[in-house]
């Protein structure tokens, strides 16, 4: 099929156009998580990105460039793309965001021809390791790039209660909702994408360390997220870091730079309802809280911290030292 073709949306025809965006065709469409992430092994590359779906690309910051590793996503509208999230690195030489995103945008117009396309990047969350490469994306042409600050996010999406609310963003024929959720983080957010059925948690529900800066917020957040989860089909609940090793509960050292057995991204709503009884079991204590698929850390003292650090360090020495 040419692209010219390709590109046609024929609107009276519920068939989908084969490679196109079908905008009334079935939901949630199917995809690929079956993918073996980068995980700091030897020469990897500093970003992977691996096609969910035609429209959906998951890009994971490699070990080596930053221990965070922080997983990105990019959701191809009609209209516009949103990159969610921008890494843990400024460096374009170390961390080639910008260029990998203006590649698959390309391709992906190749694919799907049409003019004026836009990208959207906005955040889960304004934590250093998600928005550190928002300045790869200042001066490119047809881009919004949504400042860190809650005040800012609130006035983008158009939250007129927040957290209160849902508000949306519209890629064009692809509808995202937009939930606040802070208590990681005053400006968390969670996407729901309808399109795949995908919950994007940020720092709020993942695989890892759940920091917990705001218990009140953080268990008002969880609730507010699986009372909206009720009401839509979620397919895979997907944060923004893995630190769990296969084993349950048993986590990498902070700083770890190379996780041979790390368990899968993708997580339940089973397991985000775990999540908030855990934290509305915790209330009013602080420290850390293992269970087997996240361990929480509620406003972590100094001591924690330093146990964490300490760790860390003792990790990357052995590492250094090929004892690991
Ligand atoms: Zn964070």
Same mark, same amino acid.
């Given at each position: 099929?040419?692209?010219?073709?390709?590109?046609?949306?024929?609107?009276? =025809?519920?068939?989908?156009v #084969?490679?196109d965006?079908?905008?009334?065709?079935?939901?949630?469409?199917?995809?690929?998580?079956?993918?073996?992430?980068?995980?700091?092994?030897?020469?990897?590359?500093?970003?992977?990105?691996?096609?969910?779906?035609?429209?959906?690309?998951?890009?994971?910051?490699?070990?080596?460039?930053?221990?965070?590793?922080?997983? *990105?996503?990019?959701? %191809?509208?009609?209209?516009?793309?949103?990159?969610?999230?921008?890494?843990?690195?400024?460096?374009?030489?170390? %961390?080639?965001?910008?260029?990998?995103? =203006?590649?698959?945008? #390309?391709?992906? *117009?190749?694919?799907?021809?049409?003019?004026?396309?836009?990208?959207? &990047?906005?955040?889960t969350?304004?934590?250093?390791?998600?928005?550190?490469? =928002?300045?790869?994306?200042?001066?490119?042409?047809?881009?919004?790039?949504?400042?860190?600050?809650?005040?800012?996010?609130?006035? %983008?999406?158009?939250?007129?209660?927040?957290?209160?609310?849902?508000?949306?963003?519209? *890629?064009?024929?692809?509808v995202?909702?937009?939930?606040?959720?802070?208590?990681?983080?005053?400006?968390?957010?969670?996407v729901?994408?309808?399109?795949?059925? !995908?919950l994007?948690?940020?720092?709020?529900?993942?695989?890892?360390?759940?920091?917990? %800066?705001?218990?009140?917020?953080?268990?008002?957040?969880?609730?507010r997220?699986?009372?909206?989860?009720?009401?839509?089909?979620?397919?895979?609940?997907?944060?923004?870091?893995?630190?769990?090793?296969?084993?349950?509960?048993?986590?990498?050292? !902070?700083?770890?730079?190379?996780?041979?057995?790390?368990?899968? *991204? #993708?997580?339940?709503?089973?397991? &985000?309802?775990?999540?908030?009884?855990?934290?509305?079991?915790?209330?009013?204590k602080?420290?850390?809280?293992?269970?087997?698929?996240?361990? !929480?850390?509620?406003?972590?003292?100094?001591?924690?911290?330093?146990?964490?650090? &300490?760790?860390?360090?003792?990790?990357?020495l052995?590492?250094?030292?090929?004892?690991?």
């Amino acid at each position: 099929m040419s692209a010219k073709t390709e590109s046609l949306i024929d609107l009276r =025809d519920p068939r989908p156009v #084969a490679g196109d965006l079908d905008v009334r065709g079935p939901r949630p469409v199917p995809g690929d998580l079956d993918v073996r992430w980068i995980h700091g092994a030897p020469g990897e590359p500093p970003l992977q990105a691996h096609h969910y779906a035609e429209h959906t690309v998951i890009l994971r910051q490699g070990k080596a460039v930053n221990y965070e590793a922080p997983f *990105l996503y990019l959701l %191809f509208g009609e209209e516009r793309a949103l990159l969610l999230d921008t890494g843990a690195t400024e460096d374009p030489a170390a %961390f080639p965001l910008r260029a990998t995103v =203006d590649r698959l945008v #390309a391709e992906w *117009l190749e694919r799907h021809p049409r003019a004026g396309y836009q990208l959207v &990047v906005a955040h889960t969350h304004g934590h250093h390791d998600h928005v550190a490469a =928002d300045p790869q994306f200042a001066d490119r042409p047809d881009t919004t790039v949504v400042p860190r600050d809650a005040e800012a996010v609130r006035a %983008f999406f158009g939250f007129e209660e927040w957290p209160n609310g849902t508000a949306t963003l519209d *890629l064009g024929g692809r509808v995202l909702e937009i939930l606040g959720t802070p208590g990681h983080h005053e400006a968390s957010i969670t996407v729901y994408d309808p399109w795949t059925g !995908i919950l994007l948690t940020g720092d709020t529900v993942l695989p890892g360390r759940v920091f917990v %800066f705001d218990p009140a917020g953080f268990r008002a957040s969880l609730d507010r997220l699986l009372a909206f989860a009720e009401h839509r089909t979620v397919t895979h609940v997907l944060g923004c870091h893995v630190e769990l090793t296969t084993r349950r509960g048993r986590l990498y050292p !902070i700083g770890a730079g190379y996780q041979p057995r790390e368990r899968a *991204l #993708a997580m339940t709503l089973g397991q &985000v309802a775990a999540l908030r009884d855990a934290a509305a079991a915790i209330t009013g204590k602080r420290g850390v809280f293992r269970h087997p698929d996240f361990v !929480i850390y509620q406003e972590p003292q100094r001591r924690h911290l330093v146990g964490l650090l &300490v760790r860390g360090r003792a990790y990357q020495l052995r590492a250094r030292l090929g004892w690991r």
